[in-house]
């Protein structure tokens, strides 16, 4: 979850060169759009809480994000760390053999462009498979994303997995729902499988959660703890991977 959750500066590259230490191979990250048009990891739509900058990051220009300092408002070992672009993290998971979930957290207005401008992104530089996943909880980022490079998996992000959530998944050709783990019921696992969907839950960070998502045949649980969950163990979660 954003490269190693909460254990590095989320979103820059010393988050994912984290969890690639902790034996983890597949992140989930999330981009925007800077105001030129270049795409850049971020979670919220301002830039206060996780960088040295002030204001709606869609308003900067890549040149101003990239001198922010991303790193001192986690830890001051991560001091300096710069903001990430996707080109980097495409080349550094290809490179490291992982595999990624690239979340489009389009600004408000531009949810079609951006969903575009990653499409188009990883076209262009990603040569390896299984492609990227990427998600959205903006219906109009992953249609647009679809246009632009169907060939590319989709997962429609959802807080409740709702008949409506289900139906606009199916409708955009997704091959994935990523729900929030605390709302889910066995039942609704049950219905996304039987439309032929996978699962992924978000954000599992406690031992029981996993094991009862993981009983519940998940097809993967997205976490900030990857000090807990050792994917590369023969068994965590009491036994159940
Ligand atoms: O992609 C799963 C999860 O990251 C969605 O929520 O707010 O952490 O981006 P958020
Ligand atoms: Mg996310």
Request: charged share 20%; glycine share 8%.
């Amino acid at each position: 979850h954003r490269g190693a959750g909460l254990l590095a500066p989320e979103n820059t590259l010393a988050a994912f060169r984290h969890g690639l230490a902790q034996a983890y191979r597949m992140f989930e990250c999330d981009v925007r759009l800077s105001k030129d048009g270049q795409l850049f990891l971020l979670h919220d739509d301002r830039l206060e809480r996780t960088t040295s900058g002030t204001g709606v990051a869609a308003d900067c220009p890549w040149p101003a994000l990239a001198r922010l300092d991303a790193g001192s408002w986690h830890s001051a070992t991560h001091t300096g760390e710069p903001l990430l672009q996707l080109d980097e993290l495409l080349a550094f998971c290809q490179q490291a053999g992982c595999a990624l979930n690239i979340e489009l957290k389009a600004s408000p207005g531009q949810e079609e462009r951006t969903g575009r401008a990653v499409a188009a992104s990883v076209v262009r530089q990603w040569t390896t498979q299984p492609w990227p996943l990427l998600s959205s909880f903006s219906v109009a980022a992953l249609a647009a994303a679809a246009a632009q490079a169907p060939q590319l998996p989709r997962a429609l992000l959802a807080e409740r997995c709702s008949a409506t959530a289900l139906a606009a998944a199916l409708e955009l050709g997704c091959v994935a729902m990523v729900l929030e783990a605390g709302a889910l019921t066995e039942a609704e696992v049950a219905t996304v499988h039987a439309a032929g969907l996978a699962v992924l839950c978000y954000t599992v960070n406690e031992c029981e959660v996993a094991a009862r998502l993981l009983d519940w045949a998940v097809e993967g649980i997205i976490t900030d703890r990857v000090d807990v969950f050792d994917p590369a163990a023969a068994a965590c979660c009491g036994g159940r991977r």
